[in-house]
């Protein structure tokens, strides 16, 4: 498989619980991005990483999201004490570098109930 | 106001015909511009990456970008039933954190 590949597909979770996604890039991507889809609108910016250096974070990113991507390779995102508003698509898209088209996984829809 | 408009739609039209779906925007840094497909509960799906003023065509699929009016376009010809999905835009700065700033998505159905 050569595409962009998120984990789990779907997450339900309690108010108040923490979660972990995880991406696993395309092979040789060096820029990772995450971002937030909400129901009938385009994506938002979440964070991006330059290899293992995480390089912006938006605003949206409260101090309850944290993202690492060690070694460069995989990424988490990791959303503690969630709220109802947390509910979103969470995806995770990848390029080879700064100025090439980016690829999208399948995304990670989380419901907080 | 938005740096990106899109008109959500819904746009409904039937097989065969020649959709257009456009784009607007504020900030005249943008320089690339892109087109994704996102089927139901899928991750978007790039479409078309173009730089320059001008067209570009892959298949039944055109791409058009005016810099001067800060307006794209995406023209599908021979509209299948298969393209019905959402088609959002997308444009990254030359400089700064390239990361992509989208439209809201113009929901499309092609009616058989």
């Known amino acids: 498989d050569t595409g962009v590949s998120q984990d789990p597909r779907h997450k339900i979770t309690k108010r108040g619980q923490n979660v972990t996604f995880r991406c696993d890039p395309i092979?040789?991507?060096?820029?990772l991005y995450w971002y937030r889809q909400t129901l009938g609108q385009g994506p938002e910016f979440l964070t991006y990483f330059q290899n293992e250096a995480q390089l912006e974070k938006s605003r949206l990113l409260s101090d309850r999201f944290s993202a690492e991507r060690p070694k460069g390779s995989f990424s988490t995102l990791e959303i503690q004490r969630t709220e109802q508003g947390d509910s979103a698509m969470y995806l995770c898209?990848?390029?080879?570098?700064?100025?090439?088209?980016?690829?999208f996984g399948q995304g990670t829809r989380l419901t907080v109930v | 106001q938005k740096e990106v408009e899109q008109d959500p739609g819904p746009l409904s039209v039937p097989e065969g015909a020649i959709v257009s779906l456009n784009c607007t925007y504020s900030?005249?840094?943008?320089?690339?511009f892109m087109w994704y497909r996102q089927y139901s509960r899928k991750g978007p799906e790039l479409l078309m990456y173009?730089?320059?003023?001008g067209n570009k065509e892959d298949g039944r699929f055109t791409a058009q970008v005016d810099k001067s009016s800060k307006y794209i376009s995406l023209f599908i010809r021979d509209s299948q039933p298969s393209d019905s999905a959402t088609y959002l835009c997308a444009m990254v700065r030359f400089q700064g954190a390239q990361k992509l700033v989208f439209g809201q998505g113009t929901r499309l159905t092609i009616n058989p």
């Open positions: 092979s040789e991507h060096n820029r």
């Open positions: 173009t730089y320059s003023s």
């Open positions: 900030n005249s840094a943008f320089q690339y």
């Open positions: 898209a990848s390029s080879l570098n700064i100025n090439t088209e980016a690829f």
